[in-house]
């Protein structure tokens, strides 16, 4: 039997889907889905910081950053994915390299925050990413993780799970989430919650986060760091 190796499956998918990807990612950072993660970011990281765009795809995320005055690199999967990224930051200082963010080339404690869009949804484990976040990020470092709600597309690529078929999309809800991160050294400070239309006009204001949650098409959680200072040094 063939044996499945998520990495390269990946790759394949996403180098597949770089065109369609590329040609709707701006409208989602600017006005779509995703318009209001940048300015989120910029209330809880310090311009000029270090910061990893964790699965950055054709890297329009990472320009908003590099714009806003962050030093970025951006990490992906798939090799159609960086060359767009790398075409589009070539004014900017953000520097781009293939990868599996499963399994990062980085020192730890070497980068201030990360970025997740999306992304730890397509890793095999979504744990093992948390942790190397956790190993590259300082102590009270923060990371910005964005999870698909319930309320976004259905995930056609994680159907065939319950076939007991292996796939790349490892779906998640937010507030599953939220619970392993907090259970691995994790602690939430803020949280944006992302909305279709016809959910936006439903009073929400009275309601607990986790229904809040139930209805989002995306939740964005800021987290800290709680690794004690020292840890991992000589």
Same mark, same amino acid.
């Given at each position: 039997m063939k044996t499945f190796n998520w990495s390269a499956e990946a790759e394949k998918l996403w180098d597949k889907n770089s065109e369609s990807w590329?040609?709707? @990612?701006? !409208? %989602?950072? /600017? /006005?779509? @889905?995703?318009?209001?993660?940048?300015?989120?970011? /910029?209330?809880?990281?310090? #311009?000029g910081s270090r910061v $990893?765009?964790?699965? $950055?795809?054709?890297?329009?995320?990472?320009?908003?950053?590099a714009l806003a005055g962050y030093n970025v690199t951006g990490i992906d999967v798939s !090799?159609? %994915?960086?060359? #767009?990224? #790398?075409a589009l930051n070539a004014d900017t200082c953000a520097e781009f390299i293939k990868g599996d963010i499963s399994c990062l080339s980085f020192e730890e404690n070497s980068v201030d925050a990360v970025l997740a869009i999306n992304s730890l949804e397509w890793t095999e484990s979504?744990?093992?990413?948390?942790?190397?976040?956790?190993?590259?990020?300082?102590p009270e470092g923060r990371a910005c993780i964005g999870i698909l709600g319930p309320t976004a597309a259905?995930?056609?690529?994680?159907?065939?799970r319950?076939?007991?078929e292996k796939v790349i999309c490892n779906t998640m809800m937010p507030w599953e989430f939220e619970a392993l991160?907090? !259970?691995?050294g994790w602690v939430k400070i803020d949280e944006l919650g992302v909305y279709k239309k016809a959910s936006e006009q439903l009073p929400k204001g009275s309601l607990p986060v986790n229904l809040k949650q139930?209805?989002?098409? %995306?939740?964005?959680? %800021?987290? /800290?760091? =709680?690794?004690? #200072?020292? =840890?991992?040094?000589e």
């Open positions: 590329n040609s709707k @990612s701006r !409208e %989602m950072w /600017e /006005e779509g @889905s995703r318009k209001d993660i940048v300015s989120f970011f /910029e209330k809880h990281i310090n #311009k $990893c765009d964790l699965g $950055c795809g054709d890297g329009y995320g990472s320009y908003k950053l !090799e159609e %994915m960086i060359h #767009k990224a #790398k979504p744990l093992n990413v948390l942790k190397e976040m956790q190993r590259i990020v300082k259905p995930r056609v690529n994680s159907y065939r319950l076939y007991n991160a907090q !259970e691995n139930s209805l989002s098409f %995306m939740w964005v959680f %800021m987290l /800290e760091n =709680m690794k004690q #200072k020292g =840890m991992g040094e």
